[in-house]
């Protein structure tokens, strides 16, 4: 499970990195301002969701292989449901290519993301804590 995350972890970083370069010096100027303001609303949530993830990999003994399993998968799927549509419609000025019907994507992708959060809490509320005594 580690090797996965630290897999995934890395390619979403990376992502945004490449991302945010590509927002800031090719695009910065050539779309308007609203649609930047979409392609870096959806860099941002890349970032937080690849950090998230980072740091549930460093808790990964405190939280249960399902909760694990659940959040790593709403968040992966909400990261590529709707960061990478908001990517594609920030694109639309440049591309003549808009998500037309698939524009419900980008809800359910954020409803993912919510959903990992809201996993994340029922494992902290379902963790105890296994004190050892010497």
């Known amino acids: 499970m580690t090797k ?25 100027g050539v779309i308007s301002e609203k649609y930047m303001n979409m392609y870096n609303t959806a860099n941002e949530y ?4 690849a950090l998230a993830l980072l740091g ?4 990964n003994r405190y939280v249960s292989r399902s909760y694990m399993n659940t959040i790593y ?7 590529i449901l709707f960061s990478g549509s ?7 000025e440049l591309s003549g290519f808009g998500l037309g019907a698939l524009s419900f994507v980008t809800p359910i992708g954020g409803i993912l993301l919510l959903l990992g959060w ?12 296994n004190k050892v005594h010497k």
């Open 86 to 92: 908001l990517f594609i419609a920030s694109l639309k």
């Open 46 to 49: 890349l970032m937080f969701h």
């Open 73 to 79: 998968y709403f968040f992966v799927i909400g990261i």
């Open 56 to 59: 549930l990999a460093f808790v």
């Open 4 to 28: 996965r995350f630290l897999i995934t972890i890395g390619l979403l970083g990376a992502l945004s990195v490449l991302f945010g370069a590509f927002g800031a010096h090719i695009l910065n």
């Open 118 to 129: 809201i996993t994340l809490i029922f494992a902290g509320t379902s963790y105890t804590h």
